[in-house]
C-alpha cells in the first residue's frame, strides 16, 4: 500500500500542483526553497486544506478525489502530522499529550495507556511522562510531539520541519528520535525540510518543489547527475551554471555566468548549462600555480556534511560547492567567513 496524491490547490494567491507517491515503510522528503509550496502540499495530504483538483489515496481508501466531491477530513485520515514546533497541550502531562489521540479514538484506558507508555519509551522520553508539557525544552517537546504522532500506528505519517526550531546541540537526539520513530510506524512518510542535511538523512527519493510545481523528484543520484535548476544542484551538492558559450578556436571555450568567466573543454556557441562535480573543485588559502583554468574567490558561506566528507560553499560569482575531506577541512582551517579560492580544471566541466 502506498500514499499517492497528484492535485492543485490555492491559497490566497498562491498556486501549486503538485504528485508525490511513497510507499509504505518509505521516506520521501519535500524539499524547496521558502515560499515554494511544500507547506501548502503537506497540508493538503493531511486534510488541513481542500484541494482544487486531483486525487489523494492511501491504498484503496481516496481521501481527496474532485470529480467524486470526496474529502475525507484530517481527523478521519490514517495520517498523522508533526509540527515544527510540536504544539502539544501545554497543560497537560507528557503521558496525556501521548495518549490524547488514542483518547479521541475511544481506544480503552488500559489500551491508552499501555500504548503511550510504549511510544514515549520508542522517543526516550518515558521518563518525562509525568511532566507538564509546558515545563519541557524544545527538543523534549519534539520528542513527545512525535510519540502522540505514531500512538495511533498512522499509515501516513507527515513531519513539518520537525527539527528547525531546535538548537544545534538538541537535533542529535531528536534525529535519533525521529529514526526510531518511523521504524516504529513503517508508515509512508513525507519529510518537509529546506535542510539538505537533513532530507539526505532520512529520505530514499525527494520532490522538490520551486514556485508552486514540482521542479523535479527522484533519488539522490538522478538528482546530483542531471539537476533540472540551479537549486536541484545546490541541494543535491553539485554545481549547476547556465551562460552564453564563446568558442576560443582551440578547443576550449568561454562561458559568460554572472559577470564572470569560466573556461571549459570543447567548441561551444550560444546558452549551455555546465555542470561540475565538488569532487572536482579544490580549495586553497591563497592562489597556487596549478593547471587549473578557473579560480573563482569569496568567503564561505557554508559548510555541511555530504557522504563521509564536508561540503563547503563558496559565496563567490557564481557560487561554487566543493567537497574536501575532514583533513583537508582541518588543515586550512575553513570556517564560514574566511576567504577562499576554488579552482577547477576546464576538462571537470560536464556539459548539459
Not at 1 to 25: K, P
Not at 206 to 233: C, H, K, M, W
Request: proline share 4%.
Amino acid at each position: 500500500m502506498s500514499l499517492s496524491a497528484s492535485f492543485a490547490a490555492q491559497r490566497d494567491s498562491f498556486s501549486l500542483d503538485f504528485a508525490i507517491d511513497v510507499a509504505r515503510g518509505e521516506t520521501v522528503a519535500v524539499v524547496g526553497p521558502s515560499a515554494s509550496g511544500k507547506t501548502t502540499a503537506l497540508r493538503c495530504l493531511a486534510g488541513l486544506l481542500r484541494p482544487r483538483a486531483g486525487a489523494i489515496r492511501f491504498g484503496d481508501e481516496v481521501w481527496y478525489d474532485e470529480p467524486s466531491r470526496t474529502f475525507v477530513p484530517a481527523q478521519q485520515r490514517n495520517a498523522s502530522m508533526v509540527f515544527a514546533k510540536g504544539a502539544l497541550f501545554g497543560h497537560m502531562t507528557v503521558q496525556e499529550n501521548a495518549e490524547f489521540g488514542l483518547q479521541a479514538a475511544g481506544v480503552s484506558t488500559s489500551l491508552t495507556e499501555a500504548r503511550a507508555s510504549e511510544v514515549l519509551h520508542v522517543v526516550n522520553a518515558d521518563h518525562l511522562a509525568t511532566r507538564r508539557a509546558s515545563t519541557l525544552s524544545a527538543g523534549e517537546v519534539q520528542r513527545v510531539a512525535l510519540a502522540r504522532a505514531i500512538a495511533l500506528k498512522p499509515s501516513v505519517l507527515l513531519l513539518y520541519e520537525p527539527l528547525s526550531a531546535l538548537d544545534i546541540r538538541l537535533r542529535p537526539l531528536v534525529r535519533q528520535a525521529l529514526r526510531n520513530a518511523i521504524a516504529a510506524t513503517d508508515a509512508a512518510t513525507v519529510f518537509v525540510t529546506h535542510d539538505p542535511a537533513e532530507a539526505m538523512l532520512f529520505a530514499q527519493r525527494f520532490v522538490v518543489v520551486e514556485d508552486g510545481v514540482v521542479a523535479q523528484s527522484g533519488g539522490l543520484a538522478e538528482l546530483r547527475n542531471r539537476p533540472a535548476t540551479p537549486y536541484i544542484a545546490s541541494f543535491a551538492g553539485t554545481n549547476l551554471y547556465r551562460g552564453q558559450a564563446h568558442s576560443l578556436g582551440d578547443g576550449s571555450s568561454t562561458v559568460d555566468i554572472g559577470g564572470a568567466r569560466l573556461v571549459i573543454q570543447g567548441d561551444y556557441e550560444g546558452e549551455i548549462s555546465v555542470l561540475l562535480d565538488p569532487d572536482a573543485v579544490t580549495l586553497s588559502a591563497a592562489t597556487q600555480e596549478t593547471s587549473a583554468r578557473n579560480l573563482l574567490r569569496g568567503p564561505v558561506e557554508a559548510i555541511v556534511p555530504d557522504r563521509g566528507a564536508f561540503r563547503v560553499t563558496i559565496a563567490s560569482v557564481p557560487p561554487i560547492s566543493a567537497r574536501v575531506t575532514a583533513r583537508s577541512l582541518e588543515t586550512l582551517g575553513v570556517h564560514t567567513g574566511q576567504s577562499l579560492y576554488a579552482g577547477f580544471k576546464a576538462m571537470e566541466a560536464h556539459i548539459l
